[in-house]
């Protein structure tokens, strides 16, 4: 009866030690679940224009998109002044509808805008630019742009007995996947009604249509009568493959008495692409609280224009460190590839479990092309703690089979 009662002493003991043991080895601490910070400073604003430099034809009025973007952590009331004005010009910044001397706008977010510049009968063609300043109410922070307008006296216009054509914007600068639409008045001179062909001769596999202004159906055709005129698009979409370049097109208005052309120019800058990934595919780190996990990625340059000065960021939990090398890239040209090396730290105080990484590589500033890549991080506890778990459990079982002996032999 005694032996039975040791042997179920002993089994009782035995099982309650695995069960102590395996919590403290084998459970993990509940995983983190507080909102990751971004990694941004306390105060930060910016104001940059959709294109720095436009060309227009004299006469023409201007209207560029203007970012006031907040990079800090704290909301910010933005003061937008334009600091100088060309002689002859009217200008402002406007929304859809009224003029904008402020702007509200919070934390990690940006606000769209317009530059509205509108020239009088005497501004000749030249140069001229157009200073905008953005600063915090309590004039801690400030920074300025520019929008330079170049006006052009103007060009691509034919005249003809009978037919007058006359192109806004003759001249238009994007990427190679944009598509282009120009705008032609095109002017009946003629004393009687009459229809006039519609024709456009481009670079060979260019995608070029005409159509109705705010319409989307295709024409060849328009019928105009005697002093009227109406407004046509020509819209051009370019060929995938095309080099970055200067290209024209020709557009011809006929009738069977009188014709007339007009010169178009699209002048492609390539497009801008991104991609980054890890070499095997793989999108998950292990690591250990506070030692340095090492990884890398690759970032390529798919487009067909060249990407300057490629950075890094990293989007990450409190107290990690994340390291890059190189810390940014020059150039890439098209179809280059580049390796990145990348250090990842976690805290000392990480719990146990998995946690999210964000790493982004932006090309230009502002960012023409961007890539994110979204990292699951795994973090474990040192084997230190392994090693323990095992020496109690080999204390435990010495104790226990000490004890069995010795009261075995009572």
Same mark, same amino acid.
């Given at each position: 009866?005694?032996?039975?009662?040791?042997?179920?002493?002993?089994?009782?003991?035995?099982?309650?030690?695995?069960?102590?043991?395996?919590?403290?080895?084998?459970?993990?601490?509940?995983?983190?679940?507080?909102?990751?910070?971004?990694?941004?400073?306390?105060?930060?604003?910016?104001?940059?224009?959709?294109?720095?430099?436009?060309?227009?034809?004299?006469?023409?009025?201007?209207?560029?998109?203007?970012?006031?973007?907040?990079?800090?952590?704290?909301?910010?009331?933005?003061?937008?002044?334009?600091?100088?004005? #060309?002689?002859?010009?009217?200008?402002?910044?406007?929304?859809?509808?009224?003029?904008?001397?402020?702007?509200?706008?919070?934390?990690?977010?940006?606000?769209?805008?317009?530059?509205?510049?509108?020239?009088?009968?005497?501004?000749?063609?030249?140069?001229?630019?157009?200073?905008?300043?953005?600063?915090?109410?309590?004039?801690?922070?400030?920074?300025?742009?520019?929008?330079?307008?170049?006006?052009?006296?103007?060009?691509?216009?034919?005249?003809?007995?009978?037919?007058?054509?006359?192109?806004?914007?003759?001249?238009?600068?994007? #990427?190679?996947?944009?598509?282009?639409?120009?705008?032609?008045?095109?002017?009946?001179?003629?004393?009687?009604?009459?229809?006039?062909?519609?024709?456009?001769?481009?670079?060979?596999?260019?995608?070029?249509?005409?159509?109705?202004?705010?319409?989307?159906?295709?024409?060849?055709?328009?019928?105009?009568?005697?002093?009227?005129?109406?407004?046509?698009?020509?819209?051009?979409?370019?060929?995938?493959?095309?080099?970055?370049?200067?290209?024209?097109?020709?557009?011809?208005?006929?009738? #069977?008495?009188?014709?007339?052309?007009?010169?178009?120019?699209?002048?492609?800058?390539?497009?801008?692409?991104?991609?980054?990934?890890?070499?095997?595919?793989?999108?998950?780190?292990?690591?250990?609280?506070?030692?340095?996990?090492?990884?890398?990625?690759?970032?390529?340059?798919?487009?067909?224009?060249?990407?300057?000065?490629?950075?890094?960021?990293?989007?990450?939990?409190?107290?990690?460190?994340?390291?890059?090398?190189?810390?940014?890239?020059?150039?890439?040209?098209?179809?280059?590839?580049?390796?990145?090396?990348?250090?990842?730290?976690?805290?000392?105080?990480?719990?146990?479990?998995?946690?999210?990484?964000?790493?982004?590589?932006?090309?230009?500033?502002?960012?023409?092309?961007?890539?994110?890549?979204?990292?699951?991080?795994?973090?474990?506890?040192?084997?230190?703690?392994?090693?323990?778990?095992?020496?109690?459990?080999?204390?435990?079982?010495?104790?226990?089979?000490?004890?069995?002996?010795?009261?075995?032999?009572?």
């Amino acid at each position: 009866m005694k032996i039975a009662k040791r042997l179920l002493l002993f089994t009782v003991t035995l099982v309650s030690t695995f069960f102590f043991v395996g919590i403290l080895f084998f459970a993990s601490p509940p995983q983190a679940s507080a909102k990751e910070k971004k990694d941004l400073p306390p105060r930060s604003i910016a104001v940059y224009p959709e294109y720095t430099g436009v060309v227009v034809t004299q006469g023409d009025d201007v209207s560029v998109d203007l970012t006031v973007a907040n990079r800090g952590r704290h909301d910010e009331d933005v003061i937008l002044t334009l600091t100088s004005i #060309p002689d002859g010009w009217k200008a402002r910044i406007k929304t859809y509808s009224f003029g904008v001397t402020g702007v509200h706008v919070e934390s990690d977010k940006a606000k769209n805008l317009t530059l509205r510049a509108e020239p009088g009968p005497k501004v000749k063609p030249g140069t001229y630019h157009f200073p905008v300043q953005a600063r915090t109410t309590d004039n801690r922070l400030t920074t300025s742009c520019e929008v330079t307008v170049t006006v052009q006296p103007k060009t691509g216009e034919k005249v003809s007995k009978g037919i007058n054509i006359i192109s806004s914007y003759p001249v238009l600068r994007g #990427p190679t996947d944009a598509k282009f639409e120009f705008s032609l008045e095109i002017e009946n001179k003629l004393d009687k009604d009459s229809i006039f062909n519609l024709s456009a001769k481009g670079p060979e596999n260019w995608d070029i249509n005409f159509k109705p202004a705010y319409e989307q159906k295709f024409i060849s055709s328009v019928r105009l009568k005697a002093d009227q005129s109406q407004t046509v698009a020509v819209s051009v979409k370019p060929y995938p493959l095309a080099e970055p370049g200067k290209y024209t097109i020709q557009v011809r208005v006929s009738s #069977p008495v009188a014709k007339a052309e007009s010169t178009l120019t699209v002048i492609l800058t390539g497009t801008y692409k991104l991609e980054a990934g890890t070499p095997n595919g793989l999108l998950s780190l292990n690591a250990l609280q506070g030692k340095t996990s090492n990884f890398s990625i690759y970032v390529k340059n798919t487009g067909s224009a060249i990407l300057n000065n490629i950075t890094f960021l990293s989007f990450k939990p409190e107290n990690w460190k994340v390291k890059f090398k190189p810390e940014r890239i020059d150039a890439l040209a098209p179809e280059e590839l580049k390796q990145v090396e990348i250090s990842v730290t976690p805290s000392d105080q990480a719990l146990v479990g998995d946690y999210s990484l964000t790493l982004r590589a932006e090309a230009g500033n502002p960012p023409k092309a961007d890539k994110s890549i979204e990292l699951r991080a795994t973090v474990r506890a040192s084997a230190f703690w392994g090693w323990v778990g095992i020496a109690i459990i080999l204390f435990v079982l010495a104790g226990l089979v000490y004890l069995f002996i010795r009261l075995g032999r009572r």
